[in-house]
């Protein structure tokens, strides 16, 4: 269903799948123009949902539509945790997090009397691991202070080196959702240009993006601590200090989207209520815009949760997609595959 006051946004409700029919259609008999998606979009069932996303950005590519959109206007932005990849029981970040606290806690005597350190070196992990982007985000700028910014980017990727999930047996590398990544690639191959925009410590998930997303750095927006500049004998560094600077997370992600890129996105995608102001403020704009919420529903291939979860917790924007006509994921019945089949997973490419 598509509603427009003043713009397009594609809608689907789970109980409700209603094709829009003031856009372009793909059938049995899809164009040449997009005969290829099938294939791009392989680990996708062919649903209402699918048809909506490929209906929208051939409305805003082709240029005899009166939507088309410039190449230098196709913004898409993605959140990061349990949009593109798992976020439960915990968030990668904060499962990294907890590990670099036991690491360097013999340097921190004091942390034995201190919470939240007090607690994750007992093993009382629940409490701490529901805090969320901001939790880790104070974990991590508390066990790093001291650090350059290129040694914590250091320490990251040796860390995804090595790292894996314990339920999936797999490296976290590895649980990109296929779905999500030809997502990107599809985007990309239409002249969309692609944002992370993540609650999490950008330098964190400047690595990742790159080699998983096929995301560039430049194109990762996220939290951050504080830094001091120094130059020492002609070196110079950027060093991390333990207070958090920028939390990029609920109002705070259009804030900072608008601040990084400068153009209201033409494409949004979350999971969370923390998301909700990146999609309302994305499908608020005029012209042709799609806001998009990714459902957990499938217990089985990863995880099913949303208006009772601690973390990542979907209530607010279940019902804005209702009211707003958003696009909701059904993971269950719109993903044919959740991860990629063999042990590598490979990137969303190319870079755009």
């Known amino acids: 269903m598509i509603r427009s006051m003043h713009r397009y946004c594609v809608a689907l409700t789970v109980v409700v799948l209603s094709a829009c029919t003031s856009l372009p ?54 959140d990061n945790d349990g949009t593109l990849w ?74 995804f080196e090595t790292a894996s999930d314990p339920r999936f047996n797999r490296p976290y590398t590895d649980l990109a959702y296929q779905p999500m990544l030809e997502l990107l690639g599809y985007l990309r191959a239409n002249g969309f240009k692609t944002y992370l925009v993540t609650g999490g410590d950008v330098e964190f998930a400047r690595d990742m993006a790159k080699r998983v997303y096929g995301i560039p750095p430049e194109q990762v927006i996220g939290s951050t601590v504080k830094y001091k500049y120094s130059q020492t004998n002609s070196a110079t560094s950027l060093t ?14 259009p804030l900072a989207i608008d601040r990084v890129i400068g153009r209201r996105p033409v494409i949004a995608f979350g999971n969370a209520d923390g998301d909700v102001p990146m999609l309302e403020w994305t499908s608020a704009s005029d012209g042709p815009r799609l806001a998009v919420l990714v459902h957990h529903t499938d217990g089985e291939r990863e995880y099913a949760y949303d208006r009772a979860s601690k973390s990542g917790k979907l209530d607010k924007g279940l019902d804005e997609a209702n009211a707003k006509g958003w696009l909701v994921i059904d993971m269950k019945d719109d993903w044919r595959t959740v991860f990629k089949a063999d042990a590598a997973t490979t990137a969303a490419a190319p870079v755009n």
């Open 25 to 78: 259609r793909q059938d049995a008999g899809e164009s040449s123009a997009s005969a290829s998606t099938a294939a791009a979009l392989a680990s996708w069932n062919d649903t209402a949902t699918r048809r909506s996303i490929v209906d929208f950005v051939t409305l805003v590519t082709t240029p005899e539509s009166k939507d088309f959109i410039a190449r230098t206007d196709r913004i898409a932005v993605f």
């Open 86 to 159: 798992p976020e439960q029981p915990a968030s990668i970040q904060m499962v990294f997090a907890l590990q670099r606290v036991k690491t360097v806690a013999g340097r921190h005597p004091e942390w034995k009397r201190q919470e939240p350190f007090r607690s994750i070196l007992k093993g009382n992990l629940k409490s701490v691991a529901a805090s969320g982007d901001a939790g880790s985000m104070k974990l991590l700028g508390a066990a790093h202070a001291g650090m350059t910014s290129d040694q914590f980017a250091a320490l990251v990727h040796e860390w």
């Open 240 to 253: 991390r200090l333990a207070q958090v600077d920028n939390l990029v997370d609920g109002a705070a992600k």
